[in-house]
């Protein structure tokens, strides 16, 4: 039987991959009108331009990330155990709980880039003039103040597909702003304007299909419950920290690498980087699929203590993953400068960036159940110090390395920090998998 014949007749696998593909058939075309707009967006402004706007919107993205609890994973961690135990009660009280942090947390990240908004415009952006369009762009954070326990609750009810058309949506308008703006000879304040419109419909999108979608499940006063009601609140404020921690360095370390390439070298800089940046991101779309499907169902298998089929699922998803994602490498690899060329002849300078950024993003979107495996585990504090130790050394070559030999650089020491993170987590995930089979069978 070949390998492919023995993923079809697997039911978890073919429940995952049906999940999954209802929410990549909307994130493909989302994805289409991304790039269209992206590049729509680059040969209007120009790379220094395009630069700018990529930075502003990174810089709100990271304060609020810096201050997040990644709610949605403490609503499927914790949420899909007591829904799994029909705790309806506990499940409500939960939600509540995140819901309410959650949206205190995005209060405070909208006031702290109003508060910081000149100084990120002068030393990162290094545009003092634009601090007026920091503040405006971060009024999507207002807006989403509940997406990441929405999207929590839409994966542990096994409804996340909805989030794939919500993210349809707010693509078409944005996309279409943004097509209007370029036949239009529009500017970059309008562009702008076009990206938070798109934040506003995700927002309110995915937090009233979640209210609605948990109020059948949990009946009409769901939101009434006790949050006093909850058990293990040490160790949910344990794993809400430490998810908060292991957020912040990913952001710092990670996901603010525009805002890194802007204070290290320019504008114009960061809008190579940004080119290649995307290009190379449309890894995701297939991984994040997955990730959002997977992480329930890793879940359920560690609850139930099936070790064994834990280990035949992550077998079979990584083959995939691997299978796309090597296939996907090489078409980059072969068309990237064309690709980059698109958006208009000089982005063409960022191909080092990409080939440098593709190795590490391969190797990620492979192995993309890594930090899951190891939430749903129970060791939410080891990915923390894996990407403190990592990321600590990844920074500190950035201010010797990137100065000095630019994009292809900052390129390069991101690769470096996927694969030494991510082999490492991979590595103590099985380890602790085998860990608690050896002990079932004594």
Request: charge should be positive.
């Given at each position: 039987m070949s390998v492919l014949?023995?993923?079809?007749?697997?039911?978890?696998?073919?429940?995952?991959?049906?999940?999954?593909?209802?929410?990549?058939?909307?994130?493909?075309?989302?994805?289409?009108?991304?790039?269209?707009q992206s590049i729509l967006a680059a040969r209007l402004l120009g790379p220094a331009q395009f630069g700018l706007i990529a930075i502003i919107m990174s810089y709100a993205s990271t304060v609020n990330g810096l201050l997040s609890f990644r709610m949605s994973e403490l609503v499927v961690r914790y949420g899909g155990e007591y829904l799994e135990k029909d705790e309806k009660e506990r499940t409500a009280a939960l939600v509540k709980a995140a819901a309410l942090s959650e949206a205190l947390v995005s209060l405070l990240a909208f006031v702290f880039v109003a508060i910081t908004a000149a100084l990120a415009a002068l030393y990162i952006a290094k545009t003092p003039n634009t601090a007026f369009l920091f503040i405006v762009y971060s009024l999507g954070l207002l807006v989403n103040f509940n997406t990441e326990t929405a999207t929590g609750v839409l994966q542990m009810l096994g409804k996340i597909k909805?989030?794939?058309?919500?993210?349809?949506?707010?693509?078409?308008?944005?996309?279409?702003?943004?097509?209007?703006?370029?036949?239009?000879?529009?500017?970059?304040?309008?562009?702008l304007y076009a990206y938070l419109a798109g934040k506003v419909v995700l927002g309110l999108g995915i937090f009233s299909t979640a209210f609605f979608q948990l109020t059948k499940k949990?009946?009409?006063?769901?939101?009434?419950?006790?949050?006093?009601?909850?058990?293990?609140?040490?160790e949910l404020?344990?794993?809400?920290?430490?998810?908060?921690?292991?957020?912040?360095?990913?952001?710092?370390?990670?996901?603010?690498?525009?805002?890194?390439?802007?204070?290290?070298?320019?504008?114009?800089?960061?809008?190579?980087?940004?080119?290649?940046?995307?290009?190379?991101?449309?890894?995701?779309?297939?991984?994040?699929?997955?990730?959002?499907?997977t992480y329930p169902e890793i879940n359920k298998l560690i609850v139930q203590k099936a070790w064994r089929r834990l280990i035949?699922?992550?077998?079979?998803?990584?083959?995939?993953?691997?299978?796309?994602?090597?296939?996907?490498?090489?078409?980059?690899?072969?068309?990237?400068?064309?690709?980059?060329?698109?958006?208009?002849?000089?982005?063409?300078?960022?191909?080092?960036?990409?080939?440098?950024?593709?190795?590490?993003?391969?190797?990620?979107?492979?192995?993309?159940?890594?930090?899951?495996?190891?939430?749903?585990?129970?060791?939410?504090?080891?990915?923390?110090?894996?990407?403190l130790t990592v990321g600590l050394l990844k920074i500190s070559l950035a201010f010797w390395l990137v100065p000095r030999y630019g994009i292809a650089a900052a390129g390069a020491l991101l690769s470096f920090y996927y694969m030494a993170s991510v082999g490492v987590m991979v590595i103590r995930g099985l380890k602790e998998i085998r860990k608690n089979e050896d002990r079932s069978h004594h």
């Open positions: 014949s023995k993923l079809k007749e697997d039911p978890l696998l073919s429940k995952v991959l049906r999940s999954s593909a209802a929410l990549l058939s909307a994130n493909t075309v989302s994805l289409g009108l991304s790039v269209v909805y989030q794939g058309l919500i993210n349809l949506v707010q693509s078409i308008l944005t996309a279409g702003l943004i097509t209007f703006a370029f036949f239009t000879h529009g500017n970059l304040q309008f562009v949990l009946g009409s006063g769901w939101w009434k419950a006790q949050i006093n009601s909850i058990p293990q609140v040490k404020a344990r794993f809400a920290i430490s998810s908060n921690l292991s957020a912040t360095l990913i952001l710092v370390f990670r996901e603010s690498e525009i805002l890194w390439v802007g204070y290290f070298l320019t504008s114009e800089a960061a809008g190579y980087y940004k080119a290649a940046y995307s290009i190379v991101s449309l890894l995701s779309v297939s991984a994040n699929p997955l990730i959002l499907t035949d699922f992550l077998k079979k998803i990584t083959t995939l993953a691997a299978v796309y994602n090597l296939a996907l490498a090489a078409g980059f690899v072969i068309f990237g400068r064309w690709l980059l060329s698109i958006s208009g002849s000089e982005y063409a300078a960022g191909y080092p960036a990409l080939l440098a950024l593709l190795i590490g993003f391969t190797f990620n979107y492979i192995l993309f159940w890594n930090r899951p495996l190891l939430l749903s585990l129970g060791l939410p504090d080891f990915p923390i110090w894996v990407t």
